[in-house]
């Protein structure tokens, strides 16, 4: 909830800033009068505020769920706090905004998905799934490499020239695509995972993504797969009954039910 509320209001902030100034409908004035551009408060704000949200995701790794792919969102965040320094530093903000805005969109869907998986709410759930896999893929596959890569590579060459800080501004945002390509590929993969087992039964793309991010929290993952022998809804009571205040169970209640 404290990671879907978050995501929410910063991309909303994020639209909101972003469509009054220039360089939203056209990216070349991100390099117009370049580095003699004027920081406002708005920006600085956008960018405080999104470089303590990243640094805050660093130091809760290692207190959050282990998960596989904890190497890859390690280097994650420290290319991302890293990019966001370098561009801050070095006035390369316009083109960062846009970069961040473009990032957050999809957040707050995935954040609600796996709160409706928690919920239980199913057909919200896998809506929201789908959802969020559209805007992942549309915003990091395509918008992103033609639109953001395109005025950083290409524009900015064009307009100030290459620089030494130009190399390694567009090498990090190279890294960040390669990751972006990385992610958009395990979502297929547990897109057709899901499809495949809602053909057998039960649709539930979150559940399977545990297979690739192990992305369920551990409660969620004991409560589907109990050990052999036990079984969580069976009691002894004092009567000798087996059941819960002495009613009688006649069969195994499924944790699916």
């Known amino acids: ?45 956008y960018y405080i505020l999104e470089l303590s949200f990243y640094w805050s995701l660093m130091f809760s790794q290692f207190t959050d769920i282990k998960r596989k792919d904890f190497g890859i969102m390690f280097l994650h965040h420290l290319v991302a706090i890293f990019l966001i320094s370098f561009s801050y530093v070095n006035n390369m903000a316009r083109v960062g905004t846009l970069v961040l805005c473009l990032h957050d969109s999809a957040d707050a869907l995935l954040e609600a998905a796996k709160m409706a998986n928690y919920a239980k709410f199913q057909k919200i759930c896998d809506l929201l799934f789908v959802m969020f896999a559209m805007v992942f893929i549309t915003t990091r596959l395509g918008i992103f490499p033609l639109w953001v890569l395109n005025t950083t590579l290409f524009e900015s060459w064009e307009i100030v020239g290459p620089y030494p800080s130009w190399w390694v501004f567009n090498l990090l945002l190279l890294l960040i695509q390669g990751l972006n390509c990385f992610w958009s590929y395990l979502i297929v993969k547990i897109a057709c995972k899901a499809i495949s087992k809602g053909k057998a039964g039960k649709w539930n793309p979150l559940h399977v993504s545990k297979d690739d991010r192990s992305d369920i929290e551990s409660s969620s993952d004991e409560e589907d797969s109990e050990p052999p022998g036990k079984n969580p809804h069976t009691a002894t009571t004092t009567n000798g009954t087996s059941g819960t205040n002495g009613y009688l169970l006649t069969g195994s209640c499924s944790v699916d039910d």
């Open 1 to 45: 909830m404290w990671r879907f509320s978050f995501s929410l209001y910063v991309f909303t902030y994020g639209v909101r800033f972003l469509k009054k100034t220039p360089w939203l409908w056209n990216t070349r004035h991100c390099w117009y009068n370049y580095p003699y551009q004027p920081l406002t408060t708005d920006l600085h704000y």
